[in-house]
């Protein structure tokens, strides 16, 4: 191997490294996770590194919102494979994944030994109901975003009387949703450049 | 074999978790709380405090938990359980991975046609659903108590639901300090 070989090799060893540390970094500090990460992402992407240029990150996000899965891991995923194709993906992936894996780890082990302490099962008797309710908050504000209005509004209080009573999996009712609004798409939404008066309330 | 069982699972976590972190909770709760019975109701609700409380996203924190929690509660010591969570985890991601890659190799440009964009239009309101779903499946009496079996407990837990909805919903805490302040109302009001 001739010297700017090594170079050559050095400098992409160095890009997956530097990557694999600036996921882990963004791993680290997405505190209740989300949304919440979007800044740290473009600060770290888009401004310092330069990976993506502002207005891939913008098609990006849409992209990694609407899909399935952990939004963090699919913008990892898809700056990485940017970068150096799969292996430059992988390491992006578990550079997000890992900080979170090692933590809960720690706390796993350590919490099943003071899980039945009485002080620490008291703060979790209070933080159960709490855990509860915010769940409840982004169902209402998913529900804003989605735009129900009259007409679709049964679709979400069937779903969840579905999955609630019947015991349906929700793997269904994605399913049945993604090929309702496929067929809805096809055959009824023809005059797309008109959006139903519903729609529109401010 | 639990592993197989545990690796599939998370597989189809990660394929049909749309929605962000909390529409993947939902998914998470039903294969294993309800179908599996993996864990109990109180520790899912558990491992999402935990998970919310701590760095990281909560869809890859939740799963990492469940899959060291499903293995322990199986009966198996720490370590194996450590393997229990690699899988769970791994499984999540890989979906991700394969359908990401797919996407900036050769989808891009389909990404914004009707037939994707009505695709995506469906899911949306049923993945309003799936999370009012999981709220009431986590209602139980092992998170909120009943009336008959302990009356004090169950109305602070009533009283700190509503609360913590109120919260973080209008006047906008910050979740994590609400479970914070939760914690805190559950050591002096209910220890």
Known sequence: MNSEEFATARKVSNIYWDSFKTFFKIGIFTLGGGYAMIPLIEEEVVNRKQWVSKDEMLDLIAIAQSCPGVFAINIATFVGYKLNKTRGAIATTIGTALPSFLIILAIAMFFSQFKDNPVVAAMFRGIRPAVVALIAVPTFNLGKRAKLNMWTIWIPVVSALLIWWMGVSPIWIIIAAGLAGYLYGKFFASDNQHPSPNTQHP | ?191
């Open chain 2, 1 to 191: 074999m639990i592993f197989v069982k545990l690796f599939i699972t998370f597989f189809e976590i990660g394929i049909f978790g749309f929605g962000g972190g909390y529409g993947m909770l939902s998914l998470i709760q039903h294969e294993t709380v309800e179908h599996w019975h993996w864990l109990s109701s109180s520790e899912f609700t558990d491992i999402v405090a935990i998970s919310q409380m701590t760095p990281g996203p909560i869809g890859i924190n939740s799963a990492t938990y469940c899959g060291y929690t499903a293995i322990y509660n199986a009966g198996y010591g720490h370590w194996v359980a450590v393997l229990g969570s690699a899988t769970a985890t791994f499984a999540l991601v890989l979906p991700s991975l394969i359908l990401m890659i797919l996407i900036s190799r050769m989808f891009m440009k389909y990404m914004h046609t009707r037939t994707v964009t009505a695709i995506f239009a469906g899911l949306r309101p049923a993945v309003v659903g799936l999370l009012a779903a999981a709220t009431l499946l986590l209602c139980t009496r092992e998170n909120f108590s009943t009336p008959q079996e302990d009356l004090w407990q169950f109305c602070i837990s009533c009283l700190l639901f509503v609360a913590s909805f109120y919260g973080v919903k209008v006047i906008k805490i910050n979740p994590i300090h609400m479970i914070l302040y939760s914690a805190v109302a559950g050591l002096v009001l209910l220890y």
